[in-house]
């Protein structure tokens, strides 16, 4: 079974502060990727990484970096977290021609 | 803008009828996935369906590349099948897109 891991798994940040969601998965993935999901809607595409040291931008990009050292890791930083941030962000691993699997998510809150 | 679109948007059931899961595409796409997720949880695949139908116990997932459409069915339906499930295609590039999801409610 897959492994994707997310932390922290929750966070309550102020608005204007910086902010690092963390994904880790230990299944030699080349894709990785961060979603954003929103109370009663589906998942959003923020960014996405097929190659360690490169990232692409996704469908809402503004307002977020990411960052690939390395297959395992990838990273989502907000620079300054605004109110319109808060949400469930999910990352998700998968290889080549094979399904996503997913971490258990982290929601963070934006006050 | 590549867009998924699901129907219904909610559902309700008593357990033990079917469920039949719609979805559909702006674009041509070969690559095809239904996912569940329980209120709060994470994401699990459920089918990985390219083309065609494919079975797995009690969901058989039906695309038409042709016709830029997947369904989900779901039969016998119990009250632990209840959550959301999304449809999701992969439009090229490595991206892969969600539709915003039928949430199920199966009850007693």
């Known amino acids: 079974e897959a492994a994707v891991t997310q932390s922290p798994r929750s966070k309550v940040a102020v608005t204007g502060g910086k902010v690092t969601l963390s994904c880790h998965q230990t299944?030699?993935?080349?894709?990785m990727y961060w979603y954003r999901q929103d109370t009663g809607h589906g998942l959003r595409l923020i960014h996405y990484?097929?190659?360690?040291?490169?990232?692409e931008k996704g469908d809402i990009p503004d307002g977020y970096k990411a960052s690939r050292p390395s297959q395992e890791n990838f990273s989502l930083i907000l620079e300054l977290a605004s109110l319109s941030q808060t949400a469930v962000y999910f990352c998700?691993?998968?290889?080549?021609?094979?399904?996503?699997?997913f971490g258990p998510g982290t929601r963070l809150l934006v006050l | 803008e590549q867009q998924v679109q699901q129907s219904p948007a909610s559902l309700v059931l008593q357990e033990g009828e079917n469920a039949e899961l719609q979805c559909s595409f702006s674009?041509?796409?070969?690559?095809v996935q239904w996912f569940y997720q329980r209120p709060g949880g994470r994401l699990v695949s459920l089918l990985y369906n390219p083309s065609g139908t494919k079975q797995s116990g009690r969901l058989t997932s039906t695309t038409v590349i042709k016709e830029r459409r997947s369904s989900l069915h779901i039969s016998s339906s119990q009250i632990t099948d209840s959550g959301t499930y999304l449809c999701?295609?992969?439009?090229?590039?490595?991206?892969?897109?969600f539709g915003s999801g039928t949430r199920l409610l199966v009850s007693p």
């Open positions: 990484s097929y190659v360690a040291d490169s990232t």
């Open positions: 998700a691993s998968r290889s080549n021609q094979d399904t996503q699997y």
């Open positions: 999701a295609m992969e439009p090229g590039g490595y991206k892969v897109v």
């Open positions: 674009i041509f796409t070969n690559q």
């Open positions: 299944n030699n993935h080349d894709y």
